[in-house]
């Protein structure tokens, strides 16, 4: 009963700035509006005449997964130390590229001050982006890179370098599980890693996603020249259903693979779910990416073996800030990184891990 | 002509088990992989039993997808309710629950078409953005985890207990297939729906209350897609708001390919059943040869295009 | 004599045209001759719209010889024949209704000049002075306008495009009366001007005034060609009606038992007059009158398929198991749409209205017992099919009709309401409905029998009424009825035929 009544309280609060929220229905009327979770930071300080207050939207892939919770609330942090407004809008499904495309167009239309987004798509989304930097909004691209130069910075964890960390413990776990029988004759090889190893991609077009998908592979080259990689060709898909269903298949097909690498949350999830129901959670290593509540629990039993824990609430933080900074003139970077951690059971329990995965995000979205 | 379209998804089965048998790797006729296969083919397989009394009596749900979605969710809103300690009856009650949800869904897609005479497919169209707009709002548009109850259980392809042999899932699946046979052949109801989707002036006529057997036809694949949801759970374990899109479309062709006429008045449980098989077949073989999934896509809508084919043929006699 | 001297316009012989097993004409002859007003009568269902729908080149016939102005005449489509100059004027108007008048009566016929059309309103304006309608806008939508305008316009596009021969399908049937006066000016001139016009009523005080000659259609053949106009209406009935009765009508004798059904103050469609009568076991009434005399929708509202606008009926008390299931039957007339799931079995057609019947235990349906019940019914009808599980649109009309009258046996319905029960269905199976009928009656059914073919009418029922624009005329024996009566009730809603 607690969860249901929270939930209700949640949407009354969400109508407590009901003109507001008219008037940004009333500023993007004419396109499908793709289920939002918009709400515009109102605790901002208040603008005066002299500085006109910056309104920056933040669009990201998705709005169902904690990730892009996250984002939002370093978003919202940038935004009230900047006294900006925030506006958060995105489309419902992480591969509705329309509906991205329609959000950006909107706000362009609309004629905010800058766009802070999470490209769904490295070259679909270029032409909208051009098209509002045209229109004098300052751009800034987090968490996937887009193909254009019209944008002022790009703010992410360097994907490809997360990929290799995640290569190197992987190196790591395959040489502790043989070193009980160091291999004759190779006592000079760089790493004694052993096994056979699978990569379940994401989604075909998905350039963060292949990047850390490359990443671990050229990672596994350098670090356990030895190990023999058996899949690194089929797509798990958007949703952790189909990523459930290509994993069952995948392992059903591979009865003996020693670690598996997947890109991102929802296959993460889903591949694990495959090995519960498979009876083989633990014993084949598992590397993920991005730190759920549920797989930190599978980590805690010993069915994930490690997370690369990207830093969202910094991604959203900066990237605003980068975007704010480059409205008023000020020169930014290029490219900024924000950096990736790897956990594991081991060091789950510091305290800069804890802020990583739990960062208080009623503090800054107000639930 | 007709005996061949009875035959036909049978036929269908068959052959890409043997093309994946021949094509894949040896793992793909083993025993494990064939019970994967059938767990697979559950969620489909119960959405298109519901599908199959709605296609049969000439109507259309687009909505089944969102509503399994929505079916998740409020299932695990409901394990939710006590916290960490569920007690016993609670995975049940919270199993009806979804069910229960699933009818009402159900039940507006039928009082909207029969009662106001909208057509089925505008309705459901609607309704499957509705729901799963409800969905995401019961879920606060995440993932709703729940605590551990044996409803998890319902899919392992190595259920507990071991003589099950098959999972739970594929249990209910099969004797949900054998009941919805037997309500189509032996009951009146069944009898109605029939003649209902093959012309609805002569149910009229023969004093079948019209507006009545279709909403129940709606209830009833409602309720279906609320266990499907259930199930759907059980995958994951937990509610997914965005779970099955774009599953409404799996589910019809699934009937569509068993032998179901868009037309209404055909259509069989073992033939839907075979249907969502065949899907499953497909997608666990692309996987195994490491077929791309492009040709995956192009296989599936392939054959929905020569059953179709199939049936015009049939029609000609 | 005279005739051999004129070439006749259009000369048909012979002609025969067959749908499926159905012959709707078999040995069709006709004459028409330049600047005739020509008209062709006949029964429903006795083949003048085939007839029709083959001069107006929409079916091309099986046999015969058809010449126009001397000429073979085989046109491959209503354009050939349109621009041999034959044109109909449809009974549903065949009218674009979102183009103004001009359009209309140019259609087909545009002129242009490098694609971009040229008017020619004023040649449109002609041809409707010409026929008396100058005050009709050529620009006038051709939605907006009455019935009898829109007749107009499309006589006025058959003048346009020089049409010899304009064929009208009942042209006066939902025309009120001083527009039939207006119509009846509209032929006169053009047969002035040597058009000539086949002309198809049911109205026979019409056809005296406006035809020069009359053919009579029956059962597909020509019964009588060429008669005067001065022919007496009851000659012309006589050979509408005359052919040997007697033989397929079945002789099982029939007692009238108590009254079943009691009908008082019944008004079935607005404006009608209210209908008043008794049904008894044992009885078969029969109701004539033309299509869209209200038959239908009397027999509908009864049956509960429509909302009567006032009256009450009542039940006698049920006897014995008949109480069971709905005690009124309804065979509809319209046996594809409405009548039977063609793509289901015979089985469940013949056992729908029925089922609780076959219901066992655990609510399953008792298959083996429903499959006796619809074998034994079969035969007893003698439906010639070869599985009661196979689809009911594989059978012929005959067998088809059969099995949706095994459904009234097979609900146990006490009264059955009939809607033409034996159209489309070939001499032999009509003889089998019959008896059907007339061994259902005796067995202690009630009958409602709604029927446009007389001779039928007069010899399967005991009793006979006449609707006549959704009034019904009293209820009399058959023998209190002569087929002129029957006629010239269902023509003029009057006793006498004027």
Redesign the interface.
Known sequence: MSECSKSFRLRVQGMKYPLRALLWALAVPLFPMPQSAYAADAQAPVADAAHPKLVVAVIPKGTTHEFWKTVHAGAVKAGREEGAEIIWQGPAKEDDRKGQIEVVQNFTSRGLDAIVLAPLDETALARPVEAAVKRGLKVVIIDSDLKSKAFSSFVATDNYAAGKLAAKHMAEILTKADTATPPPGKINAPNRAQGKVMVMRYLEGSASNSNRENGFLDGLKEYAPQVEVISSNQYAGVTAESALKTSQNLLNKFIKVDGIFTPNAPTTFGMLRALQIAGRAGKVKLIGFDATAPLIDAMKTGEVQGLVVQDPFQMGYLGVKTALAAKRGTKVEPRVDTGARFISVANLSEPAIQELIHPDLAKWLGN | MKKLRALAPYLGLAAAFLLFAALGPAEFHGAYNLKTILTQSVIVGVGAMGMTFVIISGGIDLSVGSLIALATVALARMLNLRGDAVPAWLPWAAGAGAIAVGAMGGLCNGFLSARLRIAPFIVTLGTMQIFRGGAKWLAREQTVTAPATWLNGLMEVDPVPAWLWLAPGVWVLLGLAAAVAVILRYTVFGRHVYALGSNEATARLCGIPVERRRMLIYAVGGALAGLAGVLQFANLTLGDPTAAEGMELDIIAAVVIGGGSLRGGEGRAAGSLIGAMLMAVLRNGCNMAGIPNYMQNIVVGAIIIGAMGLDRLGNKR | MARELTVPLLRLRGVRKAFGAAQALRNADLEIAPGEVHALVGENGAGKSTLISILGGALSPDAGSLEFLGAPYRPAGPREARNLGVAVVHQELALAPHLDVEANICLGRERSRLGFLIGQERRARETLEWLGYGHLDPRARVGGLGVAERQIVEIARALFQDARLILMDEPTSSLPAHDVENLFAVIARLKARGVSVVYISHFLEEVARVADRITVLRDGETAAAGLPASTPARDILAAMVGRPLGEIFPSIHRNLGDTLLSVRGWVSRPGAAPADFHLKRGQILGLAGLVGSGRSSLLRSLYG?RQAEAGETEMAEARGREGSG?RIG?L?EDRK????????SVR??A???G??RF?GPA???R?GSEARAVRDVCASLRVRYLDPDQPVG?LSGGNQQKVALS?LLLGDCEVWLLDEPTRGVDVGAKAEIYRLVAQAAADGKAVLWSGSHLPELFGICDSLAVMHRGAMSPVRPVQGWSESEVMAWATSGKADPA
Do not use: C, I
């Not at chain 3, 749409?337 to 289901?344: D, I, K, P, Q, T």
């Open positions: 398929l709905k309804f509809s749409e409405e009548g039977l799931a063609l793509n289901l469940a057609n056992t729908l209205a089922l609780a219901v609510g399953l349906l298959l594989s459904r």
